[in-house]
């Protein structure tokens, strides 16, 4: 029987500079709920990539004096090494660059145009570079430098006065079918302050949107009109579209179309839920089931990162300090998803090492050594389970409900907490049943505790390998079980007798780098 499908994305990074670590939370924060309905048995989709066209792209490769397509080669590969390295389980990686994303672009811009959507005219108005996007005048916001009369996006950042020629597409047409849609699917934009603040807006009223230049050629060009490329929204969007076979391949899209989650920041909202269903519904196709706008990783001191202020920090560097695992663990566990968060190197240790390595790691790890030590390196074979054992297996089943809704509800920092909980049970259990000491008395009981603990070891694993899954996979090694998992592996036991390798350590304690 075919699994359900469950397409989830990321939204594509512009490759005008180096990832930074708010492109590694983001992956890392989808990543785990990919893994999440994968473990679960979900047939998961799961897109990530750059968005490579646009003005900004344009205006930081005339910066470095090199050519577009080399700057966005270059920084593209990077962002896929970002991916690799932080164990991002993607199973494509796009480019808007691609012939196959060209062609969708273009298919998508004829279907508006076949539904009367699309007109030409002349765009005079505000455009921020930065964020490439257009603004009307009473969203700008007085510049905070002083200046006085400089104006800036609600987003802080310079705009420029700009004239052009340009297609536009019928966004007004769209503000009450977008109100119904929002009032019909509470759940579509998550958290609900986001929900609210586009609701607000679309309430305001929608003018209809610029969406093709003229002024530069780096993009995709508009069909049948020389001289224009599309807005590198309207081209970036249409990432999600191409990734999963629109328009050629009917049976992959019709499989995984439309996609469940668009897990994106919270700077991106509109473009997500005011723009793209917008697009879609002139389009004639279905809407994403939800867009989660996830917040912001500040900089030391809870500062924005900024390349002018020189403290945007290389995930790279905090991967090569403390680990993959230790850095997906302290963002999943730390930062509650859909707030802003901030970190710190001393709070990456303090964390990782009470809850890596010392809870969960030394349970793994004094468990496993005793077992090697007495038990002819093979898992024990028990006798009668007690209350003890019926109820830390208990915890662990309650551990996992726990972590499923929370799960269902994106709370992946609380379904982190509900397994460490059971985490410190499995803990206690041990140190109360003391195996070291029975064992010196009553061997076979002591053969009992350990198969117990090594099977709430195993459990604890398969519930946490979605997270931290490095760490995992070589404790499942420890444990003789296959690393690829799953969910349903939770309703069995392990096998008495089966042969274990040597134990060595699951997770390193970390020391604050000097
Ligand atoms: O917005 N903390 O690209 P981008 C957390 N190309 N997340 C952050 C962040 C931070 N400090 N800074 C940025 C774009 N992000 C578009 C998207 S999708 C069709 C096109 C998030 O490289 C940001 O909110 O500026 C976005 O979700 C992602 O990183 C890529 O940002």
């Known amino acids: 029987m075919l699994s359900e499908p469950y397409y989830i994305t990321t939204a594509i990074s512009y490759p005008n500079g180096k990832p930074h670590i708010g492109h590694a939370y983001e992956a890392i924060a989808t990543d785990a709920i990919a893994r999440f309905h994968r473990l679960s048995g979900r047939e998961v989709f799961f897109q990530t990539g750059t968005d490579e066209h646009g003005l900004k792209m344009v205006k930081t490769a005339r910066e470095k004096g090199v050519e577009v397509t080399s700057l966005s080669n270059e920084m593209s590969a990077l962002f896929k090494s970002m991916c690799d390295r932080l164990n991002i389980s993607y199973d494509r990686f796009i480019r808007t660059t691609e012939p196959a994303h060209l062609s969708a672009s273009q298919s998508l811009w004829k279907a508006l145009e076949a539904n009367d959507d699309l007109y030409l005219g002349r765009y005079e108005g505000w455009y921020s570079v930065r964020d490439e996007a257009f603004y009307d005048d009473k969203e700008l916001v007085a510049g905070s430098d002083g200046e006085g009369g400089s104006k800036l996006s609600p987003q802080g950042t310079p705009v420029e006065w700009t004239i052009e020629e340009s297609w536009f597409f019928r966004l007004s047409k769209y503000q009450q079918p977008l109100l119904d849609y929002f009032a019909a699917h509470p759940e579509?934009?998550?958290?609900?302050?986001?929900?609210?603040?586009?609701?607000?807006?679309?309430?305001?009223?929608?003018?209809?949107?610029?969406?093709?230049?003229?002024?530069?050629?780096?993009?995709?060009?508009?069909?049948?009109?020389?001289?224009?490329?599309?807005?590198?929204?309207?081209?970036?969007?249409?990432?999600?579209?191409?990734?999963?076979?629109?328009?050629?391949?009917?049976?992959?899209?019709?499989?995984?179309?439309?996609?469940?989650?668009?897990?994106?920041?919270?700077?991106?909202?509109?473009?997500?839920?005011?723009?793209?269903?917008?697009?879609l519904l002139s389009a004639g196709l279905a809407l994403p089931k939800q867009v989660f706008g996830h917040g912001f990783l500040l900089a030391r001191g809870g500062e924005k990162m900024s390349k002018s202020l020189g403290n945007v920090v290389d995930p790279i560097e905090l991967v090569d300090a403390f680990g993959v695992d230790a850095l997906r663990y302290f963002l999943l566990r730390e930062v509650s998803f859909g707030s802003d968060g901030s970190y710190s190197a001393e709070a990456i240790v303090t964390r990782v090492n009470a809850d890596l390595a010392n809870n969960f790691g030394n349970l793994a790890q004094r468990s496993l050594s005793m077992i090697a030590k007495n038990c002819d390196g093979a898992v024990p074979t028990p006798g009668a389970a007690t209350e003890a054992e019926e109820s830390l297996l208990a915890v662990i089943t309650t551990a996992q409900h726990a972590a499923s809704a929370a799960m269902a509800d994106l709370a992946i920092n609380t379904a982190l907490e509900a397994i460490w909980q059971a985490m410190s049970a499995a803990n206690l259990y041990f140190a109360e049943q003391a195996p070291w000491t029975v064992r010196k008395t009553d061997p076979a009981r002591a053969d009992t505790?350990?198969?117990?603990?090594?099977?709430?070891?195993?459990?604890?694993?398969?519930?946490?390998?979605?997270?931290?899954?490095?760490?995992?996979?070589?404790?499942?090694?420890?444990l003789g079980q296959s690393t690829t998992p799953s969910f349903t592996d939770l309703s069995n036991m392990i096998e008495a007798g089966t042969p274990l390798p040597t134990p060595v350590g699951a997770f390193p304690r970390l020391e604050l780098p000097v």
Do not use: Q
């Open 188 to 279: 579509f934009i998550r958290p609900e302050s986001r929900r609210n603040e586009i609701l607000r807006f679309v309430e305001g009223g929608l003018s209809d949107l610029s969406v093709s230049r003229t002024s530069f050629d780096w993009g995709v060009k508009v069909p049948g009109s020389d001289g224009h490329v599309m807005y590198v929204w309207v081209d970036a969007l249409t990432n999600y579209l191409t990734g999963v076979g629109y328009p050629n391949d009917a049976e992959t899209f019709g499989r995984f179309w439309p996609a469940d989650l668009h897990v994106i920041g919270k700077d991106i909202v509109r473009f997500h839920t005011v723009y793209w269903p917008a697009l």
């Open 449 to 478: 505790i350990l198969y117990y603990t090594a099977e709430a070891v195993r459990r604890l694993t398969i519930l946490s390998t979605w997270a931290i899954p490095e760490g995992c996979a070589r404790i499942l090694t420890l």
